[in-house]
Nanobody, 126 residues
Framework: QVQLVESGGGLVQAGGSLRLSCAAS????????MGWFRQAPGKEREFVAA????????DYADSVKGRFTISRDNAKNTVYLEMNRLKPEDTAVYHC???????????????????WGQGTQVTVSL
């Protein structure tokens, strides 16, 4: 069992930056691929970024490439999402998710993730 708690959300002006954190409890954090997803009001949840359990690969949605960076610190059981040059359309609840390394497939597919956090609100104003 893995429990995930996100933090770092808030209100920021367009062009600003935020860093989200997701702290994981439980064993063997390093054996989980970690992803960030977001859900805006009235929209379906969408993939944002993911980092493999070996940190050997990352994946990003086209809409955030070049602006967002995902990283992880396995010693701290934490995954981060550095968000720069934020836009109003980035406004959403951001969730982190964990997928055991035994579950293969695309890191962007949310159906392959086993554990989810409650989310943290990010609001970007004009």
């Amino acid at each position: 069992q893995v429990q995930l708690v996100e933090s770092g959300g808030g209100l920021v002006q367009a062009g600003g930056s935020l860093r989200l954190s997701c702290a994981a409890s439980g064993r063997s954090f390093s054996m989980y691929t970690m992803g960030w997803f977001r859900q805006a009001p009235g929209k379906e949840r969408e993939f944002v970024a993911a980092i493999s359990w070996r940190e050997s690969s990352t994946d990003y949605a086209d809409s955030v490439k070049g602006r967002f960076t995902i990283s992880r610190d396995n010693a701290k059981n934490t995954v981060y999402l550095e968000m720069n040059r934020l836009k109003p359309e980035d406004t959403a609840v951001y969730h982190c998710a964990a997928r055991h390394l035994s579950r293969g497939g695309s890191m962007s597919y949310e159906g392959r993730y086993d554990y989810w956090g409650q989310g943290t609100q990010v609001t970007v104003s004009l």
